[in-house]
């Protein structure tokens, strides 16, 4: 998995490449998000468009980095989640507790 950062004003967008399956992934997506944090950045885009699949490990990552943003006052949304990943979102019951939009600029635009 690769993970490119791009700065949106105070709005920190993260676009994920691959698949989030366990380690080494979900390690560098903790250690990124938890970076950010301690940068004081509370504002969290994950662009989701180009990660093909995710599974349980992947979803615990994504789990466990919402909750530490949520601890630092901050907030984290996903953008282009993909069908795939979706449906897993649907049959976990975890599309409601992500923030999803169908955009990067609509997910950071919701910030304001």
Known sequence: MTIKE???GDVAVLTFKGNLMGEPDTTEVREKIYG???EGFGKIVLDMGQ???VNSSGLGTL???MTSVK???GEMK???VTDKVESL???TQ???VFKTYETVDRAVASFK
Do not use: D, S
């Open 63 to 65: 789990i466990a980095a």
């Open 36 to 38: 950010l944090l301690q």
């Open 6 to 8: 791009k700065m949106h």
């Open 71 to 73: 601890n630092k006052g």
């Open 89 to 91: 979102f649907a049959i």
């Open 94 to 96: 975890l599309i409601k």
């Open 78 to 80: 996903l953008a282009r």
């Open 51 to 53: 990660v093909k699949w």
